[in-house]
């Protein structure tokens, strides 16, 4: 099976987000954030689908925003679900409405959404999956495995002998914290 490793370098789309963003600790909630959305919208999609369409994503949650997001009302989702431009699935289009308000009340209780997941690490991906579900919407175990992967909380976003792999560990993920 292949790696996302041999699949990405020199790919337009994938290239940069493996070289740049996947993996790398995230530490910044409105990143944190946008990171969640844009797995929840991957389900039953390509990741490159995403890509694609990541600033037309910006573009409609306000540039993930998290307490205009969590203030949305039904225009706005009425906005979102008549936006081409994005993935236009009300189940999704809820969870990041629903989860910006999750993490207002994260915020309010811890600090950040950073400072929760920091609480909570480490955990076994099992448990980090049993905490997403009681805390967010649509958050099976592969959207909140490749949620925290590509934060720099659980590995195996790259393969060691991935160039990459070195930025990332003097990057300082959590997961090599141990």
Not at 38 to 66: M, Y
């Amino acid at each position: 099976m292949s790696h996302y490793c041999d699949l990405a370098p020199g790919h337009p789309w994938h290239g940069p987000y493996h070289e740049q963003e996947y993996g790398f600790p995230v530490g910044d909630d409105r990143g944190l954030f946008e990171r969640l959305v844009l797995e929840i919208n991957q389900a039953g999609l390509s990741w490159l689908t995403v890509l694609k369409k990541r600033e037309a994503f910006r573009r409609a949650f306000d540039h993930f925003d998290i307490a205009k997001v969590a203030a949305y009302g039904d225009a706005d989702r009425q906005r979102l679900l008549g936006d081409a431009g994005i993935i236009r699935n009300r189940r999704k289009v809820e969870a990041a409405i629903h989860n910006a308000g999750v993490i207002q009340v994260l915020r309010d209780e811890h600090g950040s959404l950073a400072a929760w997941l920091d609480h909570h690490h480490p955990l076994p991906p099992a448990e980090w999956v049993r905490l997403f579900r009681r805390t967010f919407r649509f958050t099976g175990p592969e959207i909140t495995g490749e949620f925290l992967m590509s934060t720099g909380y659980l590995p195996g976003a790259h393969r060691d002998d991935c160039p990459v792999q070195a930025r990332i560990l003097a990057a300082g993920p959590r997961w090599a914290e141990r």
